[in-house]
């Protein structure tokens, strides 16, 4: 027991003596922490030596102690350049087809499928009493028009009275409502489309009795087909009516639609924090059908900010900032506003321009304006040597 105790002395003891030999400013945090360490005296006159190798940070006495950084270089993100949504596609327009008399359907003129035009007749429902109304309607017309014209001729010689005459002329319009009323009634026994389009599948079938407003079919315009899906409200300032779209079908695995967005809805729904949007797709090989799922793609410009490694971020009492390394090697404080965490980066706002290096690590040791030794990375910084080339990625070497 004695011994494991002491083993495990001797390792605390050389793992103390490793972090202020090694790790930079790891005096300076002890004295912080009202721990006094000595540094080695080797190490001491090695680093008082004109050639020593001291690690950054360690120097002899009364002379400024240089920190040991590595940074990253600043890059650029773009956010908002693009939008991916579910969409479903409904045809431009659509109607249920209905009866508009009560009666007994006695022939369908179409087929489900069939192409009609707007004002076609596709069915018939059975209409004797309404043809022999129009009939009598059309006699009584014909006869009132002769009586109003041997009128005419009578009053010509003074035969006839002007309330003779009026009154055969009221007669005549009589007829010529009920004539009127008649047709209208008669052609409401037919049952016709009122646009253009795709017939759908028949609700009733020859024989059935049918009301009124009984749906017989439906009749699809499916020329362009229209596709509504829901965007985030940070899109709302930028979607445009005109604006192209691509869609992909989920049933039409491979294959990509082109669109326009025909219509952007006046209000954020305040549930969902979505906008609705209508986009329309040309459609006339008829491959699309109502109903369908879309997913939508759109793009836009974007907003580009300066893109640091999440841990060059810092914060103080004025709020986030990262520290930059400039030209002569040396650190200062850049304030950054943070737009965006990613995993493989934080978007911020600041003066930083791409290509500039900003600390990583190593920050907890750094003032404004002192003197750092850049370990080399990946990318080449500000204070790299006379020739313009550092060292390769991940070198232990200080630039």
């Known amino acids: 027991m004695l011994k494991q105790i002491l083993i495990s002395l001797l390792v605390l003891v050389v793992a103390a003596a490793g972090y202020v030999y090694f790790v930079p400013g790891a005096d300076q945090t002890l004295r912080r922490l009202g721990i006094t360490a000595r540094v080695p005296t080797a190490y001491a ?4 030596g004109n050639g020593g190798s001291a690690p950054a940070g360690r120097r002899g006495a009364g002379r400024p102690q240089v920190a040991t950084v590595i940074t990253a270089a600043v890059t650029t993100s773009t956010i908002n350049d693009r939008l991916t949504a579910i969409g479903q596609g409904m045809s431009t327009q659509s109607v249920s087809v209905t009866s508009q008399a009560t009666g007994t359907l006695t022939t369908l003129l179409v087929s489900p499928g069939d192409e009609v035009k707007a004002g076609q007749v596709i069915g018939k429902l059975d209409a004797d009493a309404e043809e022999i109304a129009y009939d009598k309607a059309r006699l009584a017309v014909s006869d009132a028009s002769d009586t109003l014209q041997r009128t005419q001729t009578l009053a010509k010689t003074n035969n006839a009275t002007a309330v003779q005459l009026h009154t055969a002329q009221l007669a005549l319009d009589n007829a010529n409502l009920e004539l009127r009323n ?21 609700q009733v079938t020859a024989g059935n009795a049918v009301g009124a407003d009984t749906v017989v079919t439906t009749v699809d315009d499916t020329s362009s087909i229209l596709v ?8 709302a300032p930028v979607i445009k009516t005109g604006m192209p779209m691509m869609a992909q079908a989920v049933a039409l695995p491979g294959r990509s639609f ?4 025909s219509a952007v809805d006046s209000r954020i729904d305040p549930t969902s924090r979505t906008l609705q ?6 459609n006339a090989a008829g491959t699309i059908k109502p109903g369908m799922a879309f997913s939508v793609t759109m793009t836009f410009p974007g907003e580009t900010y300066p893109a640091v490694d ?3 971020v810092q914060w103080g009492g004025e709020g986030s900032y990262v520290w930059l390394l400039t030209a002569d090697s040396k650190v200062v404080k850049d304030k950054v506003k943070i737009i965006q965490r990613n995993s493989d980066g934080v978007l911020v706002e600041g003066d930083l321009k791409p290509g500039q290096q900003v600390v990583t690590q190593g920050v907890l040791v750094l003032a404004e304006g002192a003197k750092v030794r850049r370990l080399t990375d990946t990318a080449p910084g500000p204070d790299a040597d006379a020739s313009g080339s550092t060292a390769p990625a991940g070198a232990g070497a200080a630039s």
């Open 182 to 202: 008649a047709k209208l009634a008669l052609d409401k026994r037919s049952i016709v489309t009122p646009i253009a389009g795709t017939v759908g599948l028949f």
């Open 310 to 312: 999440p841990l060059a």
């Open 45 to 48: 006159a090695n680093a008082e």
């Open 228 to 235: 509504n899906y829901w965007v985030p409200e940070r899109f």
């Open 277 to 282: 949007v209508q986009a329309k797709i040309p």
């Open 258 to 261: 082109a669109g326009t967005v």
